[in-house]
């Protein structure tokens, strides 16, 4: 069986030993390195020295310092363990490989813990342009770097703890469809804020309009239209508006917001809690991004267990 499961490696979609544990219920799984194909290293070696000329030219230096702190192999998948010893150094943080999808509250959950869910599996040669679900690219070459940065880190954690006051809120209310109709408004609020700074964000700085968000670091196409593009609109951010801005999820993004620091950012999470308090996110704008059942059952069983 081991001899199989390394033949097939660890490709997104074709990979025996997530999807076994998947089924075990098991969420959160060791890295299992061994059972990385050449193709699978072949694919990561791929993409990241296709990246660097972008990254160079369109990353934020936070990012770019970032990536030379933890020293990420170009020609193959690093081992967690090696990323995580030099990670937690710089600001607490550690990267959690996961079986895949990460329901809502527990995702938030782990970022509150300074823990990133981590996807293992990698895309294969024939799809490195684009893949609907996350892989071990885009969580660690796109997301991790930016976590050496403390200012950003502290970004995530207060967002994870965001995560908790909502679950609290929900839990004083009693009416079930009031629950449920808040509920899902607040998550659709900091699924928007998520979206467009963790993943889509963009940073005024002295060499001009820089991206941090990490859908567009682990994008090769996107990184540079975000940047060059003149059919996207760039805007300095405003909460009133993000959280009500549908997100695009099937292509590139025509809109992005503009942060003037992390400590910028972090003031804006802040904001966004206390808005969540006073009821100000209770009827947010409908549209993407949806808000899953799994992630909304994962809020209401938190707040149940209050």
Known sequence: M???????GLTTGSAPFVEEARNRGELYI????????????EAWASLFGRMNGRWERYANDHFLRGLEVLHLPSDRIPR???????L???????ARPVSGYVPGFLFFDCLSRREFPTTITIRDQARLDYLPEPDIFHDVAGHIPMHTEKAFADVLVRLGECAHTAVAMAA??????????RLTSVMRAMSRFFWFTVEFGLMRTPQGIRAYGSGLLSSYGELQHAIESSDVQRYPVQLEWLIHQGAEIDHYQPLLFVVDS????????????????????????????EIAA?????????????
């Open 2 to 8: 081991a001899s199989t499961l390394a033949a097939t």
């Open 30 to 41: 060791t890295q299992a390195y061994e059972l990385y194909s050449k193709p699978n290293h």
């Open 80 to 86: 967690l363990s090696d990323v995580n010893l030099r």
């Open 88 to 94: 937690h150094a710089m600001s607490g943080f550690e």
């Open 172 to 181: 004083r209310v009693h009416d079930r469809a009031q629950q449920t109709r």
């Open 262 to 289: 992390f400590d910028h950012l972090f003031s804006l999470v802040e904001q966004l809690e206390s808005w969540m308090r006073a009821g100000k996110l209770d009827n947010v704008a409908p549209g993407l991004p």
């Open 294 to 306: 799994g992630d909304l059952q994962s809020f209401l069983d938190a707040a149940e267990s209050l």
